[in-house]
């Protein structure tokens, strides 16, 4: 048993936020209450943190398999914990790509061998991503998929996109989109605007994006299909999101939090800069926090992308899209959108936590009998970012060695502390 003493317990799925403990037997949540008593329970001392539903990550590459000199389902488990996760969706693009029973099954036996946070793949929408027939879609979920997708690219036609979702609509899977048109992306590398222009560098225009969301809302439409956008960054996609959802159509969307928290005037010539979509407008950065803050995003999910050293230290041009994003989540959330009074911390939470849940059409809430996933975080503690302290395998990041206030003190997955700051 594990006793979890004296912390601020702040729910937004039971709206709890008062002084109490939580007491855990085996996997499960057996009591939220005051002064609770367990004797020969192991005790955690929670003053003056908070403690809250075990955060969710609805986005995420581990890289295994084929990729395993960048990550493994145990080294980048292992960081999700310290970023407070108690869950990970991994998206499909492995290699061989998630596409079938066989490979969704051997990523979640490696998840259980790897015990920490829990791992729910995320299947292929199509064969090999390759946008040609459908993936075997009704085998993976059997075998334990949360959702489909084709991320790294887009579902590739407006065709197979129907497809897709005439077939998960029955199955109860959530369609996730990674929004881009192939022919304005094509050789870009950051934004397209003025900083684009400064540097030299190739830009993919905005429109890239929102044509895309434009697209699958369409299709959404047509079909009545849950549809997800992933790390949606311009605020004409943002548009459409919200106009979908006053009409009542089933259509959510995530922000990461690079996107929330530098801009394209940030880029510089360094890889960690670089990541698909890319750093957005000033502009585009400021209608996706007020998003955030009034309901119109659904959840803030990382993109853990994952690159070794030797695969990001080229020239920008050639270098692989993508950064680590696990352990800097939360604290970035604190620094970019609590502290400064954008976003209460209530909100922050619906967005690591019923916020994610919901996508996958479940719950997460702090209560008896619910799974023992809990996250325990500090507001106020100071700490460093060294992306060389990392489980990581990987380095790709550009907040090495930046200060934060707020960090993940514990993380608690069925029960079993995983992570202890
Ligand atoms: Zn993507
Ligand atoms: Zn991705």
Redesign the pocket.
């Known amino acids: 048993m594990l006793l979890i003493k004296n912390g601020r317990v702040l729910d937004p799925a039971t709206k709890i936020d008062a002084t109490l403990d939580v007491l855990i037997d085996g996997d499960r949540i057996s009591k939220v209450g005051a002064n609770l008593d367990a004797s020969g329970a192991e005790v955690f001392d929670a003053t003056s943190l908070v403690v809250a539903p075990g955060f969710i990550d609805l986005h995420c590459h581990l890289r295994e398999p084929g990729g395993e000199m960048s990550e493994t389902i145990e080294t980048g488990t292992k960081s999700a914990a310290r970023g407070g996760f108690t869950a990970v969706c991994c998206m499909p693009n492995t290699q061989p790509v998630n596409d079938n029973a066989a490979v969704t099954r051997s990523i979640v036996e490696r998840a259980a061998a790897a015990g920490t946070v829990r791992v729910w793949p995320i299947g292929a929408a199509s064969k090999s991503s390759k946008g040609e027939s459908l993936a075997e879609i009704s085998a993976m979920k059997a075998a334990g998929i949360v959702a489909v997708s084709d991320?790294?690219k887009p579902v590739a036609t407006a065709r197979l996109m129907r497809q897709v979702m005439d077939y998960c609509t029955p199955l109860g899977l959530p369609v996730i989109d990674?929004c881009e048109d192939p022919s304005l992306f094509a050789g870009g590398v950051m934004r397209e605007g003025p900083h684009s222009l400064k540097l030299g560098l190739q830009g993919i225009p905005a429109a890239s994006e929102s044509i895309c969301v434009g697209r699958d809302i369409e299709m959404a439409l047509l079909t009545g299909a849950r549809l997800h956008i992933?790390?949606m960054s311009a605020s004409a996609s943002l548009a459409y999101v919200r106009a979908a959802k006053r009409s009542g159509l089933r259509v959510t969307c995530e922000v990461t939090p690079h996107h929330f928290t530098l801009t394209d005037e940030d880029v510089r010539y360094d890889a960690s800069y670089k990541m698909?979509p890319p750093l957005a407008s000033r502009a585009d950065r400021d209608a996706l926090i007020s998003g955030l803050a009034d309901g119109s995003v659904d959840c803030i999910a990382t993109?853990h992308a994952p690159h070794h050293p030797a695969s990001k230290d080229v020239e920008f041009d050639r270098a692989p899209f993508g950064i680590l994003g696990f352990e800097t989540a939360l604290a970035l959330g604190f620094s970019e959108l609590v502290h400064p009074g954008k976003l209460p911390l209530i909100r922050l939470l619906e967005l690591f936590t019923t916020g994610p849940a919901r996508i996958l059409g479940i719950e997460r809430k702090l209560a008896a009998g619910e799974p023992a996933d809990v996250t325990i975080f500090s507001t106020d503690h100071e700490w460093t970012y060294r992306a060389a302290d990392s489980p990581s395998k990987s380095r790709n990041t550009p907040f090495d060695g930046r200060t934060f206030r707020g960090a993940p003190m514990a993380t608690v997955v069925a029960g079993r502390i995983v992570y202890r700051r």
């Open positions: 991320d790294g990674h992933a790390h698909n993109d």
